[in-house]
């Protein structure tokens, strides 16, 4: 009867064996040499690989984070050089971050110190002027109107940058209800009214349903729906139409506004959201720089999303929340 399982392993295992006893036993010169340069084949391989991986360390440990480790072959060596190809890649990654980090705070003392500076200066310089002239100089009334839209300039600028010092650092918490898109953005534009009048700009809204609810804090996305309207005031060509998309799907709900930039937009966008960033570089406008990056990080404490995007002079940006 015919060996099965394991007893036909073991038999299959003790012919071997003897096989390889035999064939020891006539060519044992030849079998020794055979295993001797298998091994040294194999010893020297394993050598080549360890000067590699060793090789490779002493690039990443000189700051070449973009050399990589070759390997052919399996084996705990390759598995070995892999993992510190993507140690190497994680190091450059922090790395370039931190020089990002490190140059966005300088920019941001910079034009921090900037945006006060200018204020301040027309303060100082027009409460000279009415200590000179005096309360009762026909030019009085006009000086007091500087200090009184410098003085605000400066109050805003403030509680801006206290805004964006609480949204970033992760203490609001927000207080999630079931919010009406529709009936929100037709509340925030009625506020509005005279200043859309005055902007002379004409407002399309469109959404897919009557009824869009979505799951977020309604004192959030009202600051940051209005963060993009006085974006939209400050940079929108006079006379031309914004349009405010509502729409949803089984999941999310989305509201987009565009619109068409009154002047070139030469910044990327994906630096529009960094603090005191502007569409004009020249830092000519009101605007603090901080109503998208506050916007941004409202929408992320609500576990949403703001995205934007631009095609040559038009601007878009998207707003997306859970569904409720």
Same mark, same amino acid.
């Given at each position: ?36 340069? =298998? ?9 080549? @690989?360890? @000067?590699?991986?060793?090789? #490779? ?17 399996? #084996? !705990? ?29 300088? !920019? ?5 110190? @900037? ?7 027309? =303060? ?6 009415? *200590? ?17 839209? *410098? ?19 992760? %203490? ?7 919010? @009406?898109?529709? %009936? +929100? ?6 506020? +509005? ?52 998309? =509502? ?15 009154? #002047? ?19 830092? %000519?406008?009101? #605007? ?37």
């Amino acid at each position: 009867m015919a060996a099965s399982g394991p007893l036909m392993y073991k038999t299959i295992g003790a012919a071997i064996l003897v096989i390889i006893a035999s064939v020891y036993a006539a060519n044992k010169p030849l079998l020794v040499a055979g295993i001797l340069f =298998i091994s040294t084949y194999i010893i020297y391989n394993k050598v080549t @690989h360890f @000067h590699k991986i060793q090789e #490779g360390l002493q690039v990443a440990k000189n700051g070449d984070y973009d050399y990589k480790i070759r390997l052919e072959g399996k #084996g !705990e060596f390759r598995r070995l050089s892999e993992d510190i190809n993507e140690i190497t890649s994680g190091l450059k990654s922090a790395v370039e971050s931190e020089v990002r980090s490190e140059k966005l705070k300088t !920019e941001l003392i910079t034009n921090v110190s @900037h945006d006060i500076k200018t204020p301040l200066t027309s =303060i100082i310089s027009y409460v000279d002027l009415l *200590k000179r002239e005096g309360l009762d100089s026909n030019n009085a009334p006009k000086y007091l109107d500087v200090l009184e839209r *410098k003085s605000n300039r400066l109050k805003n600028l403030t509680e801006d940058l206290f805004e964006a010092a609480k949204a970033t650092s992760g %203490s609001i918490e927000p207080k999630f209800e079931r919010v @009406h898109i529709n %009936s +929100l953005i037709e509340q925030l534009l009625g506020e +509005l009214d005279e200043k859309i009048h005055e902007s002379n700009l004409i407002f399309k809204v469109s959404a897919t349903n009557e009824k869009v609810y979505a799951m977020a804090d309604g004192r959030l996305l009202s600051r940051v729906m209005e963060n993009l309207l006085s974006n939209i005031f400050k940079y929108t060509l006079k006379g031309s139409r914004v349009y405010i998309e =509502i729409s949803e799907d089984e999941n999310n709900v989305s509201i987009s506004f565009k619109n068409i930039s009154a #002047g070139e937009l030469n910044i990327p966008v994906n630096e529009l959201m960094e603090r005191f960033k502007r569409g004009d570089e020249s830092r %000519s406008s009101e #605007g603090s720089g901080l109503g998208l990056a506050i916007a941004k990080s409202l929408m992320e404490v609500q576990e949403g999303l703001l995205e934007l995007s631009i095609d040559g002079d038009l601007f878009k940006a998207e707003i997306r929340l859970s569904k409720f």
